[in-house]
């Protein structure tokens, strides 16, 4: 099993290149989630599990906003999802020097607290593919670029990664990690990001640099002596606006999961590590066998969460996926990934919630541009606990039965243990079973509260569809 980057090292070979911790809660200002050692905690003391999607694609064109309406927010309020990784980029910021678009930020906001307001967590992801739209990419706007699109190694399209080690791209990366004025002009424009949201308590942190490509420098010396001190700088600003929240960083994205990141610990409070995992197969096409795939997915996983340990922070995955075109072969996947997400008792957010999905037509959108849901949504909608009065010692959950398992251990959190009930899976209802305590439905939101005895200290909760 390939991590997706170390499949496309093996495809890069081919191409021609024209020349050329501490994790204790702290902060000033009030966020509805914090770290607590490998978890992430509300204000109750409850472990929460996050369980969203990126969006996402559509923000990497103009006008960069994954969202034509408030309608989009509503349909994935009904998948039972509470986290959304909210992609922007720094040319919609700043698309000229020195000058920002501050209606761009009120667009963000108002698309944010579309949300927030439904009760779903929010990260802002600062995106970049390819550094910038002139590489076939997204992220930096074209002042913030340097060297020639022509000597780009293959079209704009679906191959699109393979670009990364071209000139331009190397040139432009080069020179953003040895740049400090360049690192400021970034930095000053996610101190603008941070300041908006700071009093929106839903919007719970900032990943600070999606899928950090090296430039000319090696992986081991790029994280050590590069990205580790770009990430200081990017903390420090963001926590001079909004100094309660959670920080989602990533590794160099060739070392997300096997062979491990040498990231040294960054030595802050509230940080999530959060690294990137796609199987290769499932984005040629050529996925055949799907238990080999999940075993890889597997183990991957526990490299993760390894090097989570390493660092003293949580471990979340950011992105995962297949493309549409590995066919229903896809859905058995994405229901792998999720199954090891419960296995490893992880959260992550599965790429992408789109509607145009035209980036390099790139087709992993979970919905058509008339928003109707594509097959991959079944799979995305499936009962997990969103939050759990107590350490977890197992999540479960047949795709075959509908059956769902719950074990976790503690005492003295005294809110309710809240699992999602998504009525796509359980259409005639549910039959549960619990260790102790009692347990209530909300049809509302479509969530079961179970609210344990007080001094037991082991717990469990079944669920079954009726």
Known sequence: MMHRWAF????????????????????????????????????????????????????????????????????????????????????????????????????LAQQVDWLTSRGIFVFIDMHQDLFAREF??????????????????????????LNYPSPPVTQSFTRFWTDTTLQAQFIGAFKLVAAKFRNNNMVIGYELFNEPWSGSFTGSAF?????????????????????????????????????????????????????????????????????AAVTGIDQDLTAVQQKAGQLGTPAFLGEFGAYPVTGTSG??????????????????????????????????????????????????????????????????????????RLEFSGTGVTAPTVIAIPPQVYPQGISVQVSDGTSAIDPASNELYFTTTAGSSQHWITIAPK
Not at 150 to 158: I, K, T
Request: glycine share 10%.
């Open 223 to 291: 994280e050590n002596n590069y990205l580790a001190p770009f990430y200081d700088k990017v903390i420090d600003a963001i926590r001079s606006q909004d100094p309660g929240a959670m920080i989602f960083f990533e590794p160099f994205v060739l070392a997300g999961g096997i062979p491990q990141s040498n990231l040294p610990p960054l030595h802050r409070t509230d940080i999530v590590y959060a690294p990137h995992y796609y199987v290769a197969g499932a984005l040629t096409g050529s996925l055949s066998n799907i238990p």
């Open 136 to 161: 076939c990419g997204d992220g930096a706007p074209s002042w913030a670029a340097t060297g020639d699109p022509s000597q780009l190694a293959v079209s704009c399209g679906q191959n699109w990664f």
């Open 8 to 107: 496309i090292l093996l495809l890069l070979a081919a191409v021609p290149f024209s020349a050329g911790c501490s994790t204790s809660h702290s902060g000033t200002s009030f966020k509805a989630l914090h770290t607590d050692g490998p978890w992430i905690k509300d204000a109750e003391g409850r472990v929460v599990i996050l369980r969203g999607v990126n969006a996402g694609g559509d923000s990497k064109l103009p006008p960069f906003l994954p969202f034509t309406s408030e309608t989009s927010a509503s349909q994935l309020q009904s998948w039972g999802i509470n986290c959304v990784r909210f992609v922007t980029v720094w040319e919609g910021l700043e698309p000229t020097e020195g000058i920002y678009d501050t209606a761009y930020l009120d667009d």
């Open 331 to 404: 859905i058995s996947l994405i229901q792998g990934y999720y199954g090891m997400l419960d296995k490893h008792l992880m959260g992550g957010t599965i790429w992408d919630y789109a509607i145009a999905d035209t980036w390099n037509n790139e087709g992993m959108s979970l919905v058509n541009p008339d928003m109707s849901e594509r097959p991959y949504v079944a799979a995305v909608t499936r009962p997990y606990p969103m939050a759990i009065a107590g350490i977890p010692t197992l999540i479960s959950f047949s795709t075959t039965t509908g059956d769902f």
